[in-house]
């Protein structure tokens, strides 16, 4: 940090410039001294994402509740010149207070989060006008999905810092969970890794076979920490891809994020039976995985995609390694289904709603008695 405490003779407190020696603050108490260099972190901070040049489109402000309370919130808001308007407040979220500043329009909007101070305790989501052609984006190559959950079995300090763009969150990332962020598109990535060698880990796949597994620490923890990447970078933003018992993980815990990509994922007889995976799932496996066996008797909105092996090692079958096969293949968003043009019968029907102000379902009957 450029900024030097220093104490006076008198018990006071000055703020100065390490390199420089200027004084930006004179004789003050400890604590306003501690916040004027918050405060300057803060500015430099933004200056260094160019948040300045987005003034008027902060659509809400967001205050971690680890760090600040409701009043603490309302008092940075009212000095920093934002509305404090109760009907702003929107306090579902564990994690955060947010404040809206206007309403959102998905339509014309689409909306990031930024942290603002170097803690990464407030956040603004800014509105960026959405593209006329729409680009495809959200998919990862399944080189960088293959680099990202390698990554998760390292020890915290050996795992990826950037790969591909994406950043490691290091505020929520673990040896069990990683979270990383292109700060150039928006797009963040949630990891959950699989099975460690030990008896914990081992003890919770005896918990998924008995039908135990949500009340383990294992799955509290990894379901925390799926909440939280949510509410930081936004569900729509969002990512959640897992390996082996990381993959159940991240099938179960990423229905709410953009997409789910699970590699090797485990699946119980009463899931094949009765439990259909959602539209933003796409499966992954080997041709000989033991793990992942009942996958291709599950009922599917998107098709797994199988990689053939010949190996008849359970564990070599199980490996990421052959996630190689897949090369720089996308996987996810912007690969499926192609949007079906409208009917001509519904681009009337719509036509008509829109001319006469009225909802769709009167438009198709008045349009019906035509």
């Not at 192609?338 to 198709?364: D, G, M, Q």
Request: hydrophobic share 25%.
């Amino acid at each position: 940090m450029p900024y030097q405490l220093t104490k006076l003779s008198n018990g006071k407190y000055v703020v100065k410039l390490k390199d420089t020696g200027q004084i930006l603050s004179h004789g003050t108490t400890l604590s306003k001294a501690k916040k004027q260099i918050r405060y300057l972190g803060m500015r430099d901070h933004m200056k260094k994402q160019n948040l300045h040049e987005h003034g008027g489109a902060i659509q809400s402000v967001l205050f971690n509740k680890e760090h600040h309370t409701e009043k603490e919130s309302d008092r940075w808001l009212r000095q920093h010149g934002f509305k404090v308007d109760k009907s702003t407040y929107n306090f579902d979220s564990p994690a955060y207070y947010r404040y809206r500043q206007h309403e959102p329009d998905d339509d014309k909007y689409e909306y990031r989060n930024h942290t603002i101070d170097p803690e990464g305790t407030i956040m603004f989501v800014l509105e960026y006008e959405k593209q006329k052609k729409k680009l495809k984006g959200g998919a990862l190559k399944a080189s960088t999905l293959k680099g990202l959950l390698q990554s998760g079995y390292k020890k915290p300090d050996e795992q990826a810092k950037e790969l591909d763009g994406f950043k490691r969150d290091d505020s929520l990332s673990g040896r069990r969970v990683q979270v990383y962020h292109n700060p150039k598109t928006g797009e963040a990535v949630i990891s959950h890794r699989g099975t460690e060698a030990g008896l914990a880990d081992w003890m919770n796949n005896a918990a998924y076979a008995t039908g135990l597994y949500k009340y383990t620490n294992r799955y509290k923890n990894a379901r925390d920490l799926q909440q939280k990447a949510q509410d930081k970078y936004g569900s729509n933003n969002l990512t959640t891809i897992g390996h082996s018992q990381g993959a159940m993980l991240s099938g179960d815990l990423g229905k709410n994020s953009k997409q789910i990509i699970s590699v090797d994922r485990p699946a119980k007889l009463s899931e094949v039976l009765f439990h259909k995976t959602p539209k933003n799932h796409q499966d992954i496996r080997t041709s000989k995985d033991l793990v992942s066996s009942m996958i291709p008797f599950q009922k599917m909105t998107n098709k797994p995609i199988t990689i053939k092996t010949k190996s008849l090692n359970p564990i070599a079958a199980h490996d990421l390694s052959h996630l190689d096969k897949l090369g720089d293949k996308e996987i996810g968003s912007g690969i499926h289904k192609k949007k079906r043009k409208r009917s001509t019968w519904i681009e009337h029907v719509l036509h008509y709603s829109k001319e006469h102000n009225v909802p769709y379902s009167v438009a198709l009957k008045e349009c019906s008695k035509k």
